[in-house]
């Protein structure tokens, strides 16, 4: 894995693992080991029936298929879309994606949004922290 990322640990708090949802079960398999082999450990699923524990205080990688809103409303702090199209991924932000990246992104791209979310949530907490 690159030495020039830098992925943030968990926010306080967080007690279930990001989640992993994509249908193509070979950009799984190269995703989810990539995100292991750079210390993330997440939850990898091909459909949300697989998913057995819904995201609390932690972030979703979610393909276009999958993404919902919802995610949001189940607990999710962020939600990184894996969109086929440009146009997919700004719709997605506007249905309240946090980010979204191409389907076909490298590891490495992945874990500089990854690493660009959680900054944005420590920050966030951190502020919230401040005003305590």
Known sequence: MPKDLTVRVLLPGSNTHPLLVESDPVRLARLHSGLHDAGIDVV????IADVEQWP?????????DHFTPWWREVGATSVIVLANTREEGIEACQRGATKWLR???TVRQLLAAIDSVLLSEKKMYEAAATQR
Request: some cysteine; aromatic content about 6%.
């Open 44 to 47: 990898a699923v091909t459909r």
């Open 56 to 64: 609390s205080d932690t972030f979703v990688i979610t393909d276009i």
């Open 103 to 105: 389907n076909n992104c």
